[in-house]
């Protein structure tokens, strides 16, 4: 039984690094992550000194950028590459010979179709089994970027600007990519690994050289006279850069040191659970949790940093003029650690997953958006229960914490202490709520989520409800009475004001359906 274990989870990638692996304590796909993604950092470096749109015609940058993160597919994954470049090659083969009218769809059906495959696979065949080598994480990147290019493909072709909001407008795609273009967008080694997304008409305007022209032209203060454009020196990311890996080595030395010796599996631990006191779990929940943070933080800046290495990233510049190089950032550090609600912690976690969701499905349903985008996203993240034991816990919090928000805030507006205690008081309820709803998508399988839940006394999920329902019937409308034969007139500043709300509310959900897959980013 132990061979044939050792077989089923042989690695595929390569070896020439185990040793660094032993001394690290790391596994050998970490291993083998972190030194493509520093190798990854180099180079970038290398791409906007010497091989800048000054220096290359774009043809060269493509396919530079496209080797290269063939070459990180193949280091770290061997031969199961092959299923990111088949996904990759079928879907450029669609976008090129489908009827342009649907090739939005044939593209989403593919590959998401290979995806759940994958997931499926990973779950019931191996049985709950982490690969060594797990390909399924750029296999998910992939996914966002082979659909985001159909969706926005299809506007740009068929819809002509009709129906299109000025941010689809803008990111609309007018001509089929070459292959060489495709591959570069899909495989560029500055995202294969752990992403982010981004859109397909932002990355060829930064391999062009005018992502960054196009946006200081949207800051007059950025222009030196008539056509002082190209005169205006580009802003550097060096600054952006060394922020940044500041933060990957905080974040790694807290991983090393702190979260390894605090197992998320200990939550389930049948010892633990049987002999700790309620308030030590609690406790010991909240603090593995917390401690867990880190190596998403780490993995999503150090990717975000090698993206603003090579000059891609920048957003423009801030209210204080000052170059802000956070475009293809995937997380708000500061925002989440100081989320006072449930909203706010989500907004600021996996940003480019939520705008993929938002881009291909919510902004796009004709109806039942919420629940289209909640599949997707489900499916998106893979098959493991724990997964769907997060989501569905989630949309009762949502609804308790929005409630109890519209009830209670106003009474605690008063004076500045007030308001910093509410705060505070609403700070640990959304860090132990967050602990509560996440806790089973580190766990995985359903044993282990029942056994905590059970050790929580289900205690978030009764709270929620019930003051989901109180509150419910609290701010229920009344209903006319029998007698009134016609509703009270409603102003037109009512009527707005309710619109404005409810507009708010689906896109609070909206952004609540998105979350990250957590063994993605080792």
């Not at 724990?386 to 004076?415: E, M, Q, W």
Request: net charge positive; glycine share 6%.
């Amino acid at each position: 039984m132990g061979e044939r274990e050792d077989a089923m989870f042989k690695t595929t990638g390569s070896k020439w690094l185990q040793p660094v692996g032993g001394y690290l304590g790391l596994t050998l796909e970490q291993v083998n992550f972190l030194a493509c993604q520093l190798f990854a950092l180099v180079a970038a470096f290398w791409f906007r000194l010497y091989l800048s749109p000054k220096h290359a015609n774009p043809m060269v940058r493509h396919a530079v950028a496209a080797l290269l993160g063939i070459a990180f597919l193949l280091f770290c994954f061997g031969w199961y590459s092959a299923h990111i470049l088949a996904v990759v090659a079928v879907n450029y083969l669609l976008i090129i010979k489908a009827d342009i009218n649907n090739v939005h769809r044939y593209s989403m059906v593919t590959a998401m179709g290979y995806l759940t495959a994958c997931h499926v696979t990973r779950v019931f065949i191996y049985n709950y089994g982490i690969l060594s080598t797990d390909f399924s994480g750029p296999l998910m990147i992939v996914t966002q970027k082979i659909t985001t290019l159909a969706f926005q493909l299809h506007d740009g072709m068929c819809k002509k600007g009709e129906g299109l909001t000025s941010e689809q407008k803008r990111l609309a795609i007018h001509v089929r990519p070459s292959l060489i273009e495709y591959l570069s967008y899909n495989l560029n080694f500055l995202s294969v690994l752990v992403g982010p997304c981004s859109s397909y008409k932002d990355y060829v305007d930064f391999i062009e050289g005018k992502h960054i022209s196009w946006r200081l032209k949207q800051h007059p203060a950025a222009c030196n006279g008539q056509n002082g454009y190209d005169k205006t020196p580009e802003p550097s990311p060096r600054d952006a850069v060394c922020r940044k890996l500041l933060v990957c080595c905080g974040c790694i030395t807290f991983f090393l040191v702190i979260t390894r010796r605090l197992p998320i599996t200990y939550n389930a631990d049948d010892h633990f659970v049987s002999h700790a006191s309620f308030l030590t779990r609690l406790t010991y929940a909240f603090i593995s949790i917390q401690a867990a943070r880190p190596k998403f933080y780490f993995a999503w800046t150090l990717a975000d940093a090698v993206n603003n290495a090579a000059g891609y990233g920048f957003m423009g510049m801030d209210e204080s003029g000052k170059p802000s190089w956070d475009l293809v950032s995937n997380l708000n550090i500061i925002g989440i650690e100081t989320a006072t609600s449930f909203k706010t912690f989500i907004d600021n976690w996996n940003i480019q997953t939520g705008i993929w969701l938002k881009t291909v499905c919510y902004d796009r349903a004709p109806k039942h958006r919420l629940a289209l985008t909640f599949i997707l996203s489900a499916l998106w993240h893979g098959v493991y229960p724990g997964y769907y034991f997060t989501f569905l816990t989630a949309i009762p919090i949502t609804i308790a914490a929005r409630a109890i928000r519209r009830s209670v805030r106003h009474y605690f507006l008063g004076s500045r202490a007030v308001k910093l205690g509410y705060d505070v008081v609403t700070w640990a309820a959304t860090q132990l709520a967050i602990c509560y709803t996440v806790m089973p998508f580190l766990l995985l399988s359903v044993d282990h989520t029942v056994v905590y839940y059970r050790s929580m006394y289900f205690h978030v999920h009764i709270i929620s409800i019930l003051a989901a329902v109180a509150l419910h019937q609290k701010h229920k409308p009344r209903e006319p009475s029998a007698t009134n034969k016609s509703p009270p007139p409603v102003s037109s500043s009512s009527s707005s004001s309710s619109s404005s709300s409810s507009s708010a509310a689906c896109s609070a959900q909206c952004q609540a359906v998105h979350s990250n897959n957590n063994g993605k980013v080792n």
